[in-house]
């Protein structure tokens, strides 16, 4: 009867042994998601589109930040600004918090003097995507420089 037992403990031991130590989820461990370059600029604000199930960060040099900070519209040359836009996933492993997967969108928006006038410019440009629409509606250009530039930083005190 005790040979029994200790064959029966045995076997569950090693049963549990060579069970918990099983590979993590395919969630976890099978990610092409692709990390995204800041090119050193700093982070102006985010945005999160529960609905879309999308995060957005407005990217930006000093002088991106500088005029976002003021908020009153008026460019100076030399400001350039990346938004970039990612489907987002739950993080498996902290609770309630969303973290990034598949990256959606990178626009770009620099502020140039044109060469043959005295006067800026404000040039747009995909980089990679296609840019996320607003309430169902895929905005034209103009309308998508307006929306980006309308977003104020956050400031931390």
């Not at 403990?9 to 060579?18: C, F, G, N, P, Q």
């Amino acid at each position: 009867m005790k040979k029994a037992i200790k064959k029966f403990s045995l076997i569950i031991l090693s049963t549990l042994y060579l069970t918990a130590c099983g590979r993590n989820s395919k969630v976890e461990t099978t990610s092409d998601r692709l990390i995204f370059d800041s090119r050193d600029l700093k982070v102006i604000t985010t945005a999160i589109n529960p609905n879309l199930e999308t995060m957005s960060v407005l990217y930006g040099n000093e002088k991106a930040y500088e005029v976002a900070l003021k908020g009153n519209g008026r460019h100076i040359l030399g400001e350039q600004y990346l938004y970039v836009t990612w489907k987002y996933r739950e993080n498996p492993r902290w609770f309630g918090s969303n973290i990034t997967e598949d990256l959606l969108s990178v626009e770009k928006i620099d502020v140039k003097k044109d060469e043959q006038r005295d006067y800026l410019i404000i040039d747009y440009h995909l980089e990679y995507g296609a840019p996320t629409s607003i309430d169902g509606n895929q905005l034209v250009q103009q309308d998508r420089i307006t929306y980006i530039f309308e977003y104020r930083p956050f400031i931390l005190p």
